[in-house]
T-cell receptor, first 114, second 108 residues
Framework: DTGVSQDPRHKITKRGQNVTFRCDPI?????LYWYRQTLGQGPEFLTY????????KSRLLSDRFSAERPKGSFSTLEIQRTEQGDSAMYLC????????????FGDGTRLSIL | LAKTTQPISMDSYEGQEVNITCSHN???????ITWYQQFPSQGPRFIIQ???TKVTNEVASLFIPADRKSSTLSLPRVSLSDTAVYYC?????????FGTGTRLLVSP
């Protein structure tokens, strides 16, 4: 069990640029989740996948955000035309299927918008 | 989704037992209670999960009364490394809703 891996750990970009983050879940986990966390707040759910199917999306996920999990393994989260308000920690988690299997989180990608 | 209420912060000393209570008056029949721990610049780490009565693992115990409207996370003999934010979550594990958590500070 190598844990959930996220890349990069830090990303600094200028407003208006596009950014893409990658998440590699624990290998046997078929569920994958994305969260966003701002300073002093708990993580906020963005979206989740079961295998390659995106089953749920939060209203926080504006049309500038897109997430994919093309082969049911790793996932990418892209933010287009970044804005100052996108500065946050983006967390990925994965879990086994089935009822109430705990989510295991990576250490996130910290995005800073200049 | 059930809303949770937990203290904003708690202070303790090394070696003491720490109990963090979470209120969740609107918990639904199918909801589980899950606790996570988070250190700065790291993702949350799963601690323990329960449905009713008592659950114990190698790091913590979770006490849930019969009405399930509250729960208490118990950390035995805390150390400095237990300084972190602790989140109580109620609901289906697939739909985690985090509050602002309890910031635990353990002092020497």
């Amino acid at each position: 069990d190598t844990g959930v891996s996220q890349d990069p750990r830090h990303k600094i970009t200028k407003r208006g640029q596009n950014v893409t983050f990658r998440c590699d879940p624990i290998s046997e986990h078929n569920r994958l989740y994305w969260y966003r966390q701002t300073l002093g707040q708990g993580p906020e759910f963005l979206t989740y996948f079961q295998n390659e199917a995106q089953l749920e999306k939060s209203r926080l996920l504006s049309d500038r955000f897109s997430a994919e999990r093309p082969k049911g393994s790793f996932s990418t989260l892209e933010i287009q035309r970044t804005e100052q308000g996108d500065s946050a920690m983006y967390l990925c988690a994965s879990s086994l299927g089935g009822t109430n299997q705990p989510q295991h989180f990576g250490d996130g990608t910290r995005l800073s918008i200049l | 989704l059930a809303k949770t209420t937990q203290p904003i912060s708690m202070d303790s000393y090394e070696g003491q037992e720490v109990n963090i209570t979470c209120s969740h008056n609107n918990i639904a029949t199918n909801d589980y209670i899950t606790w996570y721990q988070q250190f700065p610049s790291q993702g949350p780490r799963f601690i323990i999960q329960g449905y009713k009565t008592k659950v114990t693992n190698e790091v913590a115990s979770l006490f849930i009364p019969a009405d399930r409207k509250s729960s208490t996370l118990s950390l035995p003999r805390v150390s400095l490394s237990d300084t972190a934010v602790y989140y109580c979550l109620v609901g289906l594990i697939q739909k985690l809703v985090f509050g602002t958590g309890t910031r635990l500070l353990v002092s020497p």
